[in-house]
């Protein structure tokens, strides 16, 4: 992601912008010649022998400033203030502050501080400029020098000004200073209540865990403010992350009422379509999304894993390839790449991909699982178990183990080591007595289907945890493959989630989850990750 897009989605977190207005001047039409030929006419009347001397007016282009700024001509004001502060000698300040915002506009976060610290130099009680300056330093990732700024400022300004505090309690929430962001986020609610604000408590609570405070405030602010389809697309999301889906669909529904194009919620509906096995109704929704995002990586993936589930991987393919092209670094795409290339039985072009998955992402213990599968395929059994080990080495949720380990088993029974394979059997069966009655019904039956033909071929049937249902035809004694692509789950991505500090790094960079994750991505039964760990990559070459 770019230096401007990350500072884009930092600063929507701070207070919005005011469009500075110019100070009292002279009328529109009036210049200093006029002023001088005025004072000359008077001088004239009152029977003066000498000519007053013309005075400089350092304000006199302030409107037209002003009117290009709104009017967003950034290029003709800039010509103007540049004229400006040539005839004023560089000390018009209000030439200055619109200098340094259209500068931060343009993602020259540097250049605009000197412009703000050029007018706080004019003019040292004007607090305006100082939140200007505290917001560049926040831009900056100087989060403590901000909060110094902010403090001076909130000394001119007053203590009950919304905008400082709220600026304060974001900058303290980016130095995880948790309980002091919150006495400064509840000041600004308490002064003026702005939907901003709200978001910002809530991403405090959703720092610290705490998802059901955040759905509180969420539900506060959309009493305030009913027709804010961001606040309707958020604790839509959260609810769906509860597992309250009901609620979940009403904020989201609510929200595409008020605007049916809202890519976010869109997204949200479809992959809650596409976990539900309902294609045709997520490509619908896809494709109103595809209208406003055609260049995001995570809908052409989703696209994609839709086409899978309907049985076209020609078509899975083509739009995999795009989304790589869009995001090359993507590890859930490359996975999903490498699983629809196993289906449609071509290993070797699954293996780069899910190779270039294993490098831009080491953590992930199914990618690992895949890339033995790939490895088996094409008849390198030793790097097939060196992967197996290394997926079941790094596995961290009971439902990876399951994968993992029932793979692994059906491998090693392959290669006629039957008690390995019992041992990976029975590690599946310890991860299963670890599931929750949901995570249980979550399963694919062919992994019941597939876990019940092993055991019976290897005898310890009876070890496992849950009971299949029974078939009519009695299960042979043919070899087990592990080269199902059912055995793993395609993984939808959604990067279309505003910046939030539980979805995606700030500046200063944090370990936090892939910003291509969001909270309907993380509900899709069709691709629950399980939680990957931030392990190291293998050291083992493939």
Same mark, same amino acid.
């Given at each position: 992601?770019?230096?401007?897009?990350?500072?884009?989605?930092?600063?929507?977190?701070?207070?919005?912008?005011?469009?500075?207005?110019?100070?009292?001047?002279?009328?529109?039409?009036?210049?200093?010649?006029?002023?001088?030929?005025?004072?000359?006419?008077?001088?004239?009347?009152?029977?003066?022998?000498?000519?007053?001397?013309?005075?400089?007016?350092?304000?006199?282009?302030?409107?037209?400033?002003?009117?290009?700024?709104?009017?967003?001509?950034?290029?003709?004001?800039?010509?103007?203030?540049?004229?400006?502060?040539?005839?004023?000698?560089?000390?018009?300040?209000?030439?200055?502050?619109?200098?340094?915002?259209?500068?931060?506009?343009?993602?020259?976060?540097?250049?605009?501080?000197?412009?703000?610290? &050029?007018?706080?130099?004019?003019?040292?009680?004007?607090?305006?400029?100082?939140?200007?300056?505290?917001?560049?330093?926040?831009? /900056?990732?100087?989060?403590?020098?901000?909060?110094?700024?902010?403090?001076?400022?909130?000394?001119?300004?007053?203590?009950?000004?919304?905008?400082?505090?709220?600026?304060?309690?974001?900058?303290?929430?980016?130095?995880?200073?948790?309980?002091?962001?919150?006495?400064?986020? &509840?000041?600004?609610?308490?002064?003026?209540?702005?939907?901003?604000?709200?978001?910002?408590?809530?991403?405090?609570?959703?720092?610290?865990?705490?998802?059901?405070?955040?759905?509180?405030?969420?539900?506060?602010?959309?009493?305030?403010?009913?027709?804010?389809?961001?606040?309707? #697309?958020?604790?839509?999301?959260?609810?769906?992350?509860?597992?309250?889906?009901?609620?979940?669909?009403?904020?989201?529904?609510?929200?595409?009422?008020?605007?049916?194009?809202? %890519?976010?919620?869109?997204?949200?509906?479809?992959?809650?379509?596409?976990?539900?096995?309902?294609?045709?109704?997520? /490509?619908?929704?896809?494709?109103?999304?595809?209208?406003?995002?055609?260049?995001?990586?995570?809908?052409?993936?989703?696209?994609?894993?839709?086409?899978?589930?309907?049985?076209?991987?020609?078509?899975?393919?083509?739009?995999?390839?795009?989304?790589?092209?869009?995001?090359?670094?993507?590890?859930?795409? /490359?996975?999903?790449?490498?699983?629809?290339?196993?289906?449609?039985?071509?290993?070797?072009?699954?293996?780069?991909?899910?190779?270039?998955?294993?490098?831009?992402?080491?953590?992930?213990?199914?990618?690992?699982?895949? /890339?033995? +599968?790939?490895?088996?395929?094409?008849?390198?059994?030793?790097?097939?178990?060196?992967?197996?080990?290394?997926?079941?080495?790094?596995?961290?949720?009971?439902?990876?183990?399951?994968? +993992?380990?029932? $793979?692994?088993?059906?491998?090693?029974?392959?290669?006629?080591?039957?008690?390995?394979?019992?041992?990976?059997?029975?590690?599946?069966?310890?991860?299963?007595? &670890?599931?929750?009655?949901?995570?249980?019904?979550?399963?694919?039956?062919?992994? +019941?289907?597939?876990?019940?033909?092993?055991?019976?071929?290897?005898?310890?049937?009876?070890?496992?945890?849950?009971?299949?249902?029974?078939?009519?035809?009695?299960?042979?004694?043919?070899?087990?493959?592990?080269?199902?692509?059912?055995?793993?789950?395609?993984?939808?991505?959604?990067?279309?989630?505003?910046?939030?500090? #539980?979805?995606?790094?700030?500046?200063? &960079?944090?370990?936090?989850?892939?910003?291509?994750?969001?909270?309907?991505?993380?509900?899709?039964?069709?691709? %629950?990750?399980?939680?990957? %760990? $931030?392990?190291?990559?293998?050291?083992?070459?493939?």
């Amino acid at each position: 992601m770019s230096e401007l897009a990350v500072n884009a989605e930092a600063e929507a977190l701070l207070a919005p912008d005011a469009i500075p207005k110019p100070p009292n001047e002279l009328p529109a039409k009036a210049t200093s010649k006029d002023f001088a030929t005025t004072s000359i006419k008077s001088a004239t009347k009152t029977g003066a022998k000498t000519k007053p001397p013309e005075l400089p007016l350092f304000e006199g282009r302030n409107y037209l400033i002003h009117l290009d700024y709104i009017n967003k001509d950034y290029e003709k004001c800039k010509e103007v203030i540049a004229e400006q502060l040539r005839e004023s000698g560089g000390f018009c300040e209000y030439a200055l502050l619109v200098k340094g915002l259209i500068l931060r506009k343009e993602g020259k976060i540097l250049e605009s501080l000197e412009c703000f610290q &050029g007018c706080t130099v004019i003019n040292p009680t004007a607090g305006e400029y100082l939140k200007q300056c505290g917001r560049s330093l926040f831009l /900056l990732g100087r989060h403590k020098a901000a909060i110094d700024t902010f403090n001076q400022a909130l000394k001119q300004c007053g203590l009950d000004d919304w905008e400082v505090n709220h600026n304060l309690a974001v900058c303290h929430m980016f130095q995880k200073e948790f309980e002091v962001a919150k006495t400064y986020i &509840g000041k600004a609610i308490s002064g003026s209540r702005h939907e901003t604000s709200f978001t910002v408590l809530a991403n405090i609570f959703l720092e610290e865990g705490d998802k059901e405070s955040a759905v509180e405030v969420y539900t506060k602010a959309v009493e305030q403010f009913p027709e804010n389809v961001e606040l309707l #697309t958020e604790l839509g999301l959260l609810y769906l992350e509860l597992g309250v889906p009901t609620k979940a669909f009403e904020c989201l529904g609510t929200a595409m009422t008020y605007d049916p194009t809202h %890519s976010r919620a869109v997204m949200a509906v479809g992959s809650v379509m596409q976990g539900c096995a309902d294609f045709d109704v997520a /490509l619908t929704k896809y494709r109103v999304g595809a209208v406003h995002m055609p260049e995001s990586a995570a809908l052409w993936s989703n696209i994609a894993m839709c086409f899978y589930g309907k049985r076209k991987p020609v078509a899975a393919i083509s739009c995999l390839k795009r989304a790589v092209y869009l995001a090359p670094t993507d590890w859930k795409i /490359l996975y999903n790449l490498g699983l629809v290339y196993l289906f449609m039985q071509q290993p070797a072009s699954a293996f780069q991909a899910l190779n270039a998955g294993v490098n831009a992402h080491g953590g992930s213990p199914r990618m690992f699982m895949l /890339l033995a +599968v790939a490895l088996t395929r094409l008849d390198d059994a030793d790097n097939a178990l060196i992967a197996y080990r290394r997926a079941a080495q790094i596995a961290a949720s009971a439902a990876d183990l399951v994968y +993992v380990q029932l $793979n692994f088993a059906v491998f090693l029974r392959s290669r006629g080591r039957r008690d390995a394979a019992v041992a990976a059997l029975d590690a599946m069966n310890a991860a299963l007595g &670890g599931m929750g009655e949901t995570e249980m019904r979550a399963l694919s039956p062919e992994v +019941v289907a597939t876990a019940a033909r092993l055991g019976v071929e290897l005898g310890v049937s009876e070890r496992l945890n849950w009971t299949p249902k029974p078939t009519d035809s009695k299960p042979t004694e043919s070899k087990p493959t592990e080269s199902k692509p059912t055995e793993s789950k395609p993984i939808p991505t959604s990067d279309s989630t505003p910046f939030s500090p #539980t979805r995606e790094a700030p500046p200063g &960079g944090s370990n936090n989850p892939p910003p291509n994750v969001d909270a309907a991505a993380k509900q899709s039964s069709l691709a %629950s990750l399980g939680g990957a %760990s $931030n392990h190291s990559q293998s050291n083992e070459r493939f």
